[in-house]
Nanobody, 114 residues
Framework: QVQLVESGGGLVQAGGSLRLSCAAS??????MAWYRQTPGKQREFVAR??????NYADSVKGRFTISRDNAKDTAYLQMNSLKPEDTAVYYC???????????WGKGTLVTVSS
């Protein structure tokens, strides 16, 4: 059974940092990514990591870093210089190939106070 468990969310002041973790289990994943969502808005892409590269939303470039520990099958999102507009529920997603299936975690709340 595939499971994705996020952790690391919380309350932080603007300019601060948080590190989110996503522990994956139950399959082999070709890529992992983070998305975020605020009430009334669509879920938006934040960052993705594959075996070849990483990519980021323009809004977080230079501030967020995605990484992955393959031995632990865990992805991380290091978030620096946080802004109030980064406040959202952050979701981890992992893609399994053959067949292609995207799995989602339940999310972790990040609140950035001004």
């Amino acid at each position: 059974q595939v499971q994705l468990v996020e952790s690391g969310g919380g309350l932080v002041q603007a300019g601060g940092s948080l590190r989110l973790s996503c522990a994956a289990s139950g399959s082999i994943f070709s890529s992992m990514a983070w998305y975020r969502q605020t009430p009334g808005k669509q879920r938006e892409f934040v960052a993705r990591i594959t075996s070849a590269d990483t990519n980021y939303a323009d809004s977080v470039k230079g501030r967020f870093t995605i990484s992955r520990d393959n031995a632990k099958d865990t992805a991380y999102l290091q978030m620096n210089s946080l802004k109030p507009e980064d406040t959202a529920v952050y979701y981890c997603t992992a893609r399994r190939t053959s067949p292609v299936v995207d799995y989602w975690g339940k999310g972790t709340l990040v609140t950035v106070s001004s």
